[in-house]
């Protein structure tokens, strides 16, 4: 394996997390969506310019294929993913942390997938904004406003559910 592919293998973790986020929680889409990058990335390697970020170059045929899937299906998905089961018994502890990240899950779902893209990229993928400019086709100037008013939305909609929240009173 050559070191490059070593390096593609290394970022499958980071693929999978944001096919994920483009998909809206679908596992089984997102894995394809993977499948498909690494396919294309693979079979295109020698137009990767070593020395560029190969995350931003994978991330770019990750949503060029996306924008194309949701081209070809005539619209954005309508789905909504079902709750991940969880196998281990839940304590008190356990189960306000999997309210809490439900909670996260369902503001970020409701974001608008330029806002929700735009939103992974930077604060879970560590991309700068001009890397995520390239990786989307985008001003700079975009990046940063639409990732102003997704994190303005999400702290909107996080409060929102705060007040009907019980807490634990020791």
Not at 19 to 42: P, S, Y
Not at 71 to 91: I, K, S
Not at 139 to 157: F, H, I, K
Request: glycine share 4%; with cysteine; aromatic share 4%.
């Amino acid at each position: 394996m050559k070191a490059s592919e070593a390096q593609i293998v290394a970022l499958i973790p980071r693929l999978r997390r944001y096919a994920r986020v483009l998909l809206r929680g679908d596992t089984i889409a997102a894995d394809d969506l993977v499948q498909d990058c690494l396919e294309r990335a693979l079979d295109r390697l020698g137009r990767w310019r070593p020395g560029t970020d190969l995350r931003a170059w994978l991330f770019t045929i990750m949503h060029n294929l996306y924008v194309n899937q949701v081209r070809r299906a005539g619209a954005a998905p309508r789905f909504v993913a079902l709750p991940e089961q969880y196998d281990e018994p839940a304590g008190a502890a356990r189960a306000e942390r999997c309210t809490e990240l439900d909670e996260l899950q369902r503001a970020i779902n409701s974001l608008s997938d330029q806002q929700r893209e735009i939103l992974v990229l930077v604060s879970l993928e560590g991309l700068r904004y001009r890397e995520v400019a390239a990786v989307l086709g985008v001003p700079e100037g975009t990046v940063m406003s639409r990732l102003s008013r997704a994190r303005q939305q999400l702290r909107t909609l996080l409060e929102e559910d705060e007040p009907h929240r019980l807490r634990r009173v020791k």
